[in-house]
C-alpha cells in the first residue's frame, strides 16, 4: 500500500527494457493498476460479505476471521519473497503468474462448498497477490521516469486508497444485485474477466526487466519469515475461539523464537556476502526503522475497523450489504477529503501531521463508538456518520504522509527493500489487527448474540485500536534524529 517507493531514484543493477528511451505509455500502468486494484479490493471487500459468507457456509466466527486473515496473512508473509523473485527472474513473468494464480484461486473462491475450503482457496488467492504486487512499484520505477514516474506513483496511491476504502462499497453493490443468485459468490467471480484480459495484455504492453546481480532465493528465510507471522495470527485466532487452549499459548510464544532465528539468519547472510530476503542496513536509518514501528501500529487500527464496523452494521444493525456500503461510503469521504489537503496540512503542521492524524483517528473511534452506544438498537443509523467522517479525516492525515516519511528515511540504494518492508508491516498490521479485534469483539458478543449486545461489544472492540493510535502518535515523536548537542 506504498506510495512513494521508487520514484526518487533506480537502483543502478536494473536491466531497463530496450524501447526504455523513448517515451513509455500508459499501458503499462493501466495493467499493473488493475492488479493492485484487485489485490487490495480483495483483502477488504470481504468484509461486508461475512454475514452472507455465515448464512450460507456455517461459518463459524474464528473461520470467518480466517477467510479474511489467511489471505492477509499469505499475502503479507509472501510479499518479500515475491519481490526477490522478480529480482531474480524476470518481473513481468512473475506478475503474470501471480495474475492467472489470482485468477484460478478466485474462481476457486466463487465456487467453494465449505468454510474450510473457502479459507484455503483465499491463502491460496493471498500467496498469488504476494507473488504479483511486489512487482508493481518495479515496473513502474523501470519503465517511468521523471514527471512520467511521479504521475505513475500518485495514481498508484489513489488506486490503492480507492480500493481499500470503497471495498465494503463495492461488495455491497455485488451482493445485493445478485446475479444469477450467486449472493456473495460475485465478489470473486467478477475477478476472473479482468484477470483473464490483463493477462492477455500483459505481455503486450509491460516490458521485462530484472536485477543485474546474481544470487539465489533465500528459501531458509522465507520459511521462518512465513512461520512466525502464520504462529502469531493463527495462534490469536484461534485461541479465542477455543478457549485458549495449550497449545495456542504455546503456538504464540514460539512466534518469538522463530522470528528472532530470521533476524538472526538474514544477518547470518548479510556478513557471508549472500542476499537475504530484506537487507536489515536498512534499520540504522532511525527514522526508518523507528516510522516502521509507528506504521505497524498505526495500520493494526486502521484496517481492523472495516471488519469490526462491518459487522456492526450488518448483524448489529441490520442493515443490507449495500446500505452498508453506504455507510462506508461516508468514511472514504473524509479520507479523501484529508488526503487531498495533507500536502497543505504537512506545509502547515510539518512533522507533527504524523502525530496529529493517529490523535484524530482516536478521537474518531471513540466518537463512534460513544454513538454506537447511545443509538442502541433503535436509533437512527445516520447519526454514526459525523464521528465516521472524523475518523476517516485522521485515516488521510496518516495513511500517505506516514507513508511517504518513512520510506524518505531509508538510504536511496534499499529504495526496493524498504518499500518490500513497508508493504510487509503494512499488510501485516491489519492482519494481526484483524485477529486482536476478534480476540476482543467475539467473547463480548457472546455465542447467543442478539442484535442489543453489538454496540457494547463494537466499543470494546474499540478499546484496543484507540490504544494503538495513541501509541502509533508517540512512537512517531522520535522519528527524527536527536539534534546533536
Known sequence: MTTDAGAKTRPQDEVRPPHAAGPP??????????????????YFITNVAVPSIQADLGASHAQSQLVIVGYGVAFTAG?????????????????????????????????????????????????????MVPQVLGILGVVYTGAARARAFVIYGLVVGLAGVFGQVIGGALISIDMAGLDWR??????????????????????????????????????????ALVALVFSLIQGQEQDWPLWSWLLLAASVPLGAAFIAHQRRRTRQGLSPLI?????????????????????????????????????????????????????GGGYF?????????????????????????????????????????????????????????GMGMTTGPLTGAVLAGADAQHAAAASGAANTVQEGGVAIGVAVVGA???PALGET?????????????????????????LIVLYMRPRAKQ
Open 440 to 442: 476482543v469483539f467475539f
Open 79 to 131: 510479499m518479500i519473497t515475491g519481490g526477490r523473485l522478480g529480482d531474480l527472474y524476470g518481473r513481468r513473468r512473475m506478475f503474470a503468474l501471480g495474475m492467472a494464480g489470482f485468477t484460478v484461486a478466485s474462481g476457486l473462491c466463487g465456487l467453494a462448498q465449505s468454510a474450510d475450503a473457502l479459507t484455503a482457496f483465499r491463502v491460496l488467492q493471498g500467496a498469488a497477490a504476494a507473488l
Open 25 to 42: 505509455g500508459w499501458g503499462a500502468l493501466a495493467i499493473v493498476m488493475v492488479g493492485t486494484f484487485i489485490t487490495v479490493l480483495d
Open 186 to 227: 460475485t465478489i470473486f467471480l467478477i475477478n476472473l474477466p479482468i484477470g483473464v484480459v490483463a493477462l492477455v495484455l500483459t505481455p503486450r504492453l509491460i516490458p521485462e526487466s530484472r536485477s543485474e546481480q546474481g544470487g539465489r532465493l533465500d528459501l531458509t528465510g522465507a520459511v521462518l519469515s512465513t512461520a
Open 337 to 393: 477529503g484529508s488526503s487531498l489537503l495533507s500536502t497543505r496540512l504537512a506545509a502547515t503542521l510539518g512533522s507533527r501531521l504524523y502525530a496529529a492524524g493517529p490523535l484524530t483517528l482516536a478521537a474518531g473511534y471513540v466518537l463512534t463508538a460513544l454513538t454506537a452506544n447511545w443509538l442502541g438498537t433503535d436509533g437512527h443509523i445516520l447519526w454514526i456518520i459525523a464521528p465516521l467522517v472524523v475518523a476517516g479525516v
Open 279 to 331: 537487507d536489515l542496513a536498512l534499520f540504522n536509518s532511525r527514522t526508518f526503522s523507528v516510522g516502521l514501528a509507528a506504521m505497524l501500529t498505526y495500520f493494526l487500527a486502521m484496517g481492523s475497523f472495516f471488519f469490526l464496523l462491518a459487522l456492526y452494521l450488518q448483524q448489529g444493525r441490520g442493515l443490507s450489504p449495500a446500505e452498508a456500503g453506504l455507510v462506508f461510503l461516508t468514511l
Open 449 to 473: 448474540a442478539a442484535p442489543g449486545d453489538y454496540p457494547h461489544a463494537f466499543g470494546l472492540g474499540l478499546i484496543p485500536l484507540v490504544a494503538f493510535c495513541l501509541a502509533a502518535s
